[in-house]
């Protein structure tokens, strides 16, 4: 079993509003990838933390292997929504595989 933790931090051009939509896009848009791509167990996507936080959402995912992960990160059904509600929002990416 892989986990595949991403922090993301949106870019500070948005407005509360704004960035509450977005988070509300890549939530759904990631969450609906279950059961569409070989080896993804779960997906679950954080967007309320704690004022401690130091990002504005979290994916928290697990896969099946290592393979299985790097299926899911050239997937077109997994692209598609990197490239249309993630990638363009966001200022600042961190990743932690294990």
């Known amino acids: 079993m892989v986990k595949h933790i991403i ?4 870019k500070d051009e ?10 509300r896009g890549i ?4 969450e609906g990838l279950q059961g569409q791509i070989p080896g993804l167990l779960d997906i679950k996507v954080i967007t309320e933390g704690l004022d401690s936080s130091s990002g504005d959402l979290m994916l928290d995912s697990t896969f099946e292997n290592e393979e299985a992960l790097k299926g899911y990160s050239v997937h077109p059904a997994h692209v598609k929504v990197a490239t249309t509600k ?3 929002f966001v200022k600042i990416r961190s990743s932690f595989d294990y």
């Open 7 to 10: 922090v993301w931090t949106l």
């Open 14 to 23: 948005y407005s509360a509003a704004e960035k509450a939509e977005i988070k």
């Open 27 to 30: 939530k759904d848009g990631l």
């Open 86 to 88: 993630v990638r363009p």
